[in-house]
């Protein structure tokens, strides 16, 4: 008999005493053949999902992180046990107030699985497209940020549909958000305006990940994307963080991008040096540019800019097309040469030291940018 003192006791709370009351030895037998059968399926859910990485792997050509292997056969046979138990609750000795409480926790658990496996999922296809695209694409960001929002996105359904399980009125919730929704967002207002940054980081791709970027008085190498921040590697090797939010209005300027690297070299020389001897050299120097495959065709300038009281200044501006910067300083190095060389070929001398004017300097490039 159910003492008084209970009847006063929430509705729930009388709910678990009468699950646990109508709990006998049958119950218990029934709970444990459903639990050894779940195993059972586990096994095969397990295997069934192993045999299909290998199946695609096999046909696809495509390696999945172990990572990724482990976690789809773990969630493949947790949804597999899951749904065999469901299916065994009907046959179960148990009222319908057990089943309903059992229904309810096998539901949760095919909701882990789903979730778990759907991570899994995801990060395998994030990986295969980082391993198609390599490193130069715009892909590259599904890392730090795409596939952080699908995360966050997964577990969001995922809480909504276990508050629905346990009969939560979601509804009722949403409305009550509309007037706090409010007051959370204008305190997260900062949070929000880093999470748009990073959208527009995303479909904008003003850089990407090793790209040498400045911006406003920040300069150096991105290193990390998140969903919040940017991390960018100056020069000096110091690690900035910068909010995402920054970027909606700054101005990005990414030397990564260049198509080609501009070089700009003036070089002055005497009145005393023959006309005829300074067109054939800049004839020369117009002639190795020509037939070089990594300067950029019909670009190249050689010809004389200015005369002043120092003398005759002749500019060589060209435009080399190459990866990194130990390739670009190799080739300005040989054009400063050859330049030399051809004038000591034709007689000429120099009345002061070459000028080299790149852009941005070269004291400011790190060999890691390229």
Not at 7 to 31: C, H, M, N, T
Request: net charge neutral; aromatic share 8%.
């Amino acid at each position: 008999m159910i003492p008084l003192a209970w009847l006063s006791q929430p509705k729930w709370l009388r709910e678990i005493d009468d699950i646990a009351r109508g709990f006998g030895p049958d119950q218990a037998f029934g709970v444990f053949r459903i639990l050894l059968f779940a195993a059972c399926a586990y096994g095969v859910g397990f295997g069934l999902a192993a045999l299909a990485i290998k199946l695609s792997r096999r046909f696809s050509g495509q390696e999945i992180a172990p990572r990724n292997r482990r976690s789809i056969r773990g969630a493949a046979g947790l949804l597999t046990a899951t749904w065999w138990a469901d299916q065994l609750l009907a046959f179960g000795p148990f009222n319908a107030l057990q089943r309903t409480v059992l229904n309810s926790l096998t539901d949760v658990m095919s909701l882990i699985g789903a979730g778990w496996l759907a991570f899994a999922l995801w990060d395998t296809v994030c990986d295969a497209i980082i391993e198609r695209t390599g490193n130069q694409r715009a892909e590259r960001l599904l890392i730090p940020v795409t596939r952080k929002l699908v995360r966050v996105l997964i577990v969001s359904v995922a809480a909504i549909v276990s508050l629905s399980i346990f009969g939560v009125n979601i509804a009722g919730i949403v409305a009550g958000l509309g007037i706090g929704g409010i007051v959370v967002a204008l305190a997260a207002k900062d949070s929000v305006e880093n999470v748009f940054g990073s959208v527009t980081i995303l479909f904008d791709t003003p850089f990407k990940l090793g790209d040498w970027v400045r911006i406003d008085k920040i300069e150096g190498v991105v290193e990390e994307i998140n969903l919040r921040s940017t991390r960018i590697r100056t020069f000096e090797d110091t690690l900035i963080t910068l909010p995402n939010a920054n970027l909606i209005r700054a101005s990005v300027e990414n030397f990564g991008a260049r198509r080609s690297r501009r070089q700009r070299v003036t070089m002055r020389l005497p009145y005393g040096n023959p006309p005829d001897g300074i067109e054939a050299w800049t004839y020369d120097l117009r002639s190795y540019l020509a037939e070089q495959s990594e300067v950029t065709p019909d670009r190249s300038i050689v010809a004389i800019s200015e005369v002043n009281d120092g003398g005759v200044v002749v500019l060589i501006q060209t435009y080399f097309e190459v990866e990194s910067q130990a390739e670009e300083l190799e080739l300005r190095q040989r054009l400063v040469l050859h330049a030399i060389e051809r004038a000591n070929a034709r007689g000429l001398s120099f009345a002061a030291a070459p000028t080299v004017v790149v852009n941005p300097p070269i004291d400011r490039a790190a060999e890691s940018v390229g």
